[in-house]
């Protein structure tokens, strides 16, 4: 069964820092395409990194340069480090798997996401 | 950055009805759309994926169309547990993005 478990969400202070994990089971993370997706609360879907099976990365605008996702294929784990948080990227931040399918990559699999407040 | 939009942002309908969502695309994207259906406190969960093809375990009432710059949700008979909101999303540059979602609500 594919399961994605978020973990280490929490209250943060304005510029601090806080590290997310995404622990993978069914499948292996290091064969696919692997995301963080956030939700601000009652606002929509914001795309905000991938890391690609071959390790390239890209970054939304908004956390260019602030976050970083990574993983553990050993651990089959997700991660993703925040530093430098703002007010704005109070969320509910979700894993999910890119899977490319069709020439497309979509997200076919999802975790129930891991809150994070920033606020003083 | 390619811009999403959907439309309408909200609509009511009742158990059913058949319901139409579009997305808008601010560059063409071929079919490089997929289709979401949110419940509240829930996760997203793909309905659609390449434009019009479904996604295995979803029911047939839900079909997607269109390519380019232009596409169309539908679902052809509304049920109690489509109440949610739907979102739009292109993976067709480096940087993919959403639509800003269309909730769909019981009249």
């Known amino acids: 069964e594919v399961q994605l478990v978020e973990s280490g969400g929490g209250l943060v202070q304005p510029g601090g820092s806080l590290r997310l994990s995404c622990a993978v089971s069914?499948?292996?993370?290091?064969?696919?395409?692997m995301s963080w997706v956030r939700q601000a609360p009652g606002k929509g879907l914001e795309w905000v990194s991938v890391?690609?099976?071959?390790?390239?990365?890209y970054y939304a605008d908004s956390v260019k340069g602030r976050f970083t996702i990574s993983r553990d294929n050993s651990q089959s784990t997700l991660y993703l480090q925040m530093n430098s948080l703002r007010a704005e990227d109070t969320a509910v931040y979700y894993c999910?798997?890119?899977?490319?399918?069709?020439?497309?990559?979509?997200?076919?699999?999802w975790g129930q996401g891991t809150l994070v407040t920033v606020s003083s | 950055d390619i811009q999403m939009t959907q439309s309408p942002s909200s609509l009511s309908a009742s158990v059913g009805d058949r319901v139409t969502i579009t997305c808008r695309a601010s560059?063409?994207?071929?079919?490089?759309l997929n289709w979401y259906r949110q419940k509240p406190g829930k996760a997203p969960n793909l309905l659609i994926y390449a434009a019009s093809s479904l996604q295995s375990g979803v029911p047939s009432r839900f079909s997607g169309s269109g390519s380019g710059t232009d596409f169309t949700l539908t679902i052809s008979s509304l049920q109690p547990e489509d109440f949610a909101t739907y979102y739009c999303?292109?993976?067709?540059?480096?940087?993919?993005?959403f639509g800003q979602g269309t909730k769909v609500e019981i009249k």
């Open positions: 999910a798997r890119a899977l490319f399918r069709l020439g497309i990559t979509q997200f076919d699999c």
């Open positions: 999303q292109q993976s067709y540059s480096t940087l993919w993005t």
């Open positions: 890391i690609y099976s071959g390790g390239s990365t």
């Open positions: 560059q063409s994207i071929a079919n490089y």
């Open positions: 069914g499948f292996t993370v290091s064969s696919n395409y």
